[in-house]
């Protein structure tokens, strides 16, 4: 499946409202970690296909969906299910930890 | 523009410049600070060496070696890496590119002993002020460390942050600032959701809404960590031929963990140089 552009105005739909569990990754264009951990969300994406929703939110568009999370440090990958942040992972991380981690 | 740029002078380092240099690349090879290795009293368990030798000659050897075979060494603090395309890596005293960079800067705890560290990593700790300066648009932050790395994070803040202050946790300041250095020792971080304040150990507390930690001089782990490659607790994460999660960025020596041995360094590093070579041959 793949990764979907969440910003303010279809974060309700797309994510509280989701039935499936959705990973998110917080980022932004101008830091380094962030491009590095693109690719990695890209490949949970196409391993996981439909069983997961992939999304990805720029933090410099979507200012107040960061600060709505407490977002201090980017990337941040947060893992809701039924509208509930369930795991937190701070900083660049393993494809094969967050697939464990929605599993 | 050279083809490789080695961080680090110990034997996983001059052992990739060796190989490298030999498979015909052009290596600059910079280094600062004091190695494990040189404050090793005695090595006894290095092959060859009869009755074994001293941490500093061998260090020193390797160096020696390394210039005798034309390859440029020079002792520079690295302060940054940086990758569009090609490398860029400043130092002290300026930058250099190159098409391959090598991590061989030896071991470093990332993170400093206080209590509550762990616990706000990403709640108000953060390890890179460039990633991370955003959020805290008017705040107040403090950095801790207590060199050019710490004065170097200082800067990338300063612009953005409302007030920022050094803390050295009881380390004597090693460079000049303009910045308000607090040299008093560190003991508890405090918060709830986030850091809201760091207590002395005078019993003080210091208001705070971020924290940047840039201990000592900026090693292997640190520039890691920046550029997003994958560590493992404090080392960096590496594959069979050294190579990091980012293209033609390796790492050897102990900065990877495993056997902190001088004979694990050396091997580290020849398969960092030798492949590190060949790949920039490909191109």
Same mark, same amino acid.
């Given at each position: 499946?793949?990764?979907? *552009? +969440?910003?303010?105005?279809?974060? $309700? ?27 990695? +969300?890209?490949?949970?994406?196409? $391993?996981?296909?439909? $069983?997961?929703?992939?999304? *990805? ?6 200012? $107040?969906?960061?600060? *709505? ?9 947060? +893992?809701? *299910? ?22 | ?31 600062? #600070? ?29 160096? &020696? ?10 002792? &520079? ?32 705890? @990332? ?9 706000? &990593? ?15 648009? %008017?705040?107040?932050?403090? /950095? ?19 007030? /920022? ?8 300041? =090693? ?15 405090? #918060? ?11 019993? &003080?507390? @210091? =208001? ?19 550029? %997003?490659?994958?560590? =493992?607790?404090?080392?960096?994460? /590496? ?9 033609? @960025? ?18 580290? #590093? ?14």
């Amino acid at each position: 499946m793949s990764v979907l *552009k +969440i910003s303010e105005e279809n974060f $309700e739909e797309e994510v509280m409202k989701s039935e499936k569990t959705v990973i998110l990754d917080f980022y932004a264009d101008w830091c380094g970690p962030c491009k590095m951990m693109s690719p990695i +969300i890209d490949g949970v994406a196409e $391993e996981l296909g439909e $069983e997961v929703k992939v999304g *990805k939110v720029n933090t410099d568009e979507n200012l $107040e969906l960061a600060q *709505k999370f407490n977002i201090m440090s980017i990337p941040t990958i947060m +893992i809701f *299910k039924g509208g509930n942040v369930v795991k937190t992972f701070v900083g660049v991380t393993d494809k094969t930890e967050l697939i464990n981690a929605v599993k | 523009m050279y083809d490789i740029i080695i961080i680090g002078a110990g034997p996983a380092g001059i052992s990739a410049s060796l190989y490298a240099k030999r498979a015909g690349a052009n290596v600059l090879v910079l280094y600062y #600070g004091e190695s494990n290795l040189d404050k090793a009293e005695k090595i006894e368990n290095y092959y060859g060496f009869v009755d074994g030798i001293d941490g500093k000659s061998l260090y020193e050897n390797g160096i &020696e070696q390394a210039k005798n075979l034309g390859i440029e060494v020079r002792n &520079e603090e690295v302060l940054h890496i940086e990758k569009v395309e090609e490398f860029t890596v400043k130092t002290t005293k300026g930058e250099y590119k190159s098409k391959s960079v090598i991590i061989s800067t030896g071991n470093k705890k @990332l993170r400093p002993n206080i209590k509550g560290i762990l616990q706000f &990593e990403g709640k108000g700790i953060s390890y890179c002020a460039i990633c991370d300066g955003f959020f805290y648009r %008017g705040k107040n932050v403090v /950095v801790i460390g207590n060199g050019d790395f710490a004065v170097s994070e200082s800067d990338d803040l300063k612009n953005i942050a409302n007030n /920022v202050k050094i803390l050295t946790n009881g380390l004597e300041m =090693e460079t000049s600032s303009d910045y308000e250095i607090v040299t008093k020792k560190i003991k508890e971080i405090h #918060g709830e959701e986030h850091v809201k304040s760091i207590e002395f150990e005078d019993g &003080e507390h @210091l =208001e705070v809404d971020g924290i940047f930690i840039a201990l000592g001089k900026a090693g292997g782990s640190d520039f890691a960590k920046k550029m %997003g490659v994958m560590l =493992e607790k404090d080392n960096i994460k /590496v594959d069979e031929n050294m190579q990091t999660n980012i293209e033609g @960025l390796y790492s050897c020596g102990d900065v990877t963990g495993g056997l902190l041995q001088v004979c694990k360094a050396a091997y580290d #590093g020849a398969r960092a140089g030798l492949d590190a070579a060949k790949n920039i041959r490909r191109k």
